[in-house]
Antibody, heavy 123, light 112 residues
């Protein structure tokens, strides 16, 4: 059974930094592209970032580009999101999601999601 | 911020059929990219409901069906049940510069 377990969400002040983690199990982690998707309280879903199966390619939504960094450690079956220069509008539940494919592309979708970790940016 | 537009809410009585539209543009659905649908029950993570426009993952009841035409897609729920009360999101790929993957604005389905 595929399991994705996020952690690291806390309350942080504007301008602060935070690192989220996602522990994966139940599948061959380095066979898949991985994503972060977020959901602000009471709002819809927003794609944040992706990282290719080997970590060689990363992409970001404009809203986080230059502030967030996605990474992975395939030896630890773990995905990370380093979040810097946090803003109040970054407050959201952050989900780790497994891509449907090894190679990201126009047909990618998300068969498996974690339960999310809550990041609150507030003074 | 969402580039895929859905109605905020739809409702129906048990047993009825409801449909949810997802309207995009020439940079996403209209460009021929697949549409996928997710169901989000209250307080839980999204669950994949339909992939590749009209395909159901194993375990999803055949009451759920998807279709796509032009710049829009639709999710239909037939034989509506109380357990279908949830938020539903469409998702596709966008070839513009702002984001690779885009979600719809979300639709709350209420079972009367």
């Amino acid at each position: 059974e595929v399991q994705l377990v996020e952690s690291g969400g806390v309350v942080v002040q504007p301008g602060g930094s935070l690192r989220l983690s996602c522990a994966a199990s139940g599948f061959t982690f380095d066979d898949y592209t991985m994503h972060w998707v977020r959901q602000a309280p009471g709002k819809g879903l927003e794609w944040v970032s992706l990282i290719s199966w080997d970590g060689g390619s990363t992409y970001y939504a404009d809203s986080v580009k230059g502030r967030f960094t996605i990474s992975r450690d395939n030896s630890k079956n773990s995905l990370y999101l380093q979040m810097n220069s946090l803003r109040t509008e970054d407050t959201a539940l952050y989900y780790c999601a497994k891509d449907s494919h090894r190679y990201y592309g126009s047909g990618s979708y998300y068969p498996h999601w974690g339960q999310g970790t809550l990041v609150t940016v507030s003074s | 911020q969402s580039v895929l537009t859905q109605p905020p809410s739809v409702s129906g009585a048990p047993g009825q059929r409801v449909t949810i539209s997802c309207t995009g543009s020439s940079s996403n659905i209209g460009a021929g990219y697949d549409v996928h649908w997710y169901q989000q029950l209250p307080g839980t993570a999204p669950k994949l409901l339909i992939y590749g426009n009209s395909n159901r993952p194993s375990g999803v009841p055949d009451r759920f069906s998807g279709s796509k035409s032009g710049t829009s897609a639709s999710l239909a729920i037939t034989g509506l049940q109380a357990e279908d009360e949830a938020d539903y999101y469409c998702q596709s790929y966008d070839s513009s510069l702002s984001a690779f993957y885009v979600f719809g604005t979300g639709t709350k389905v209420t079972v009367l």
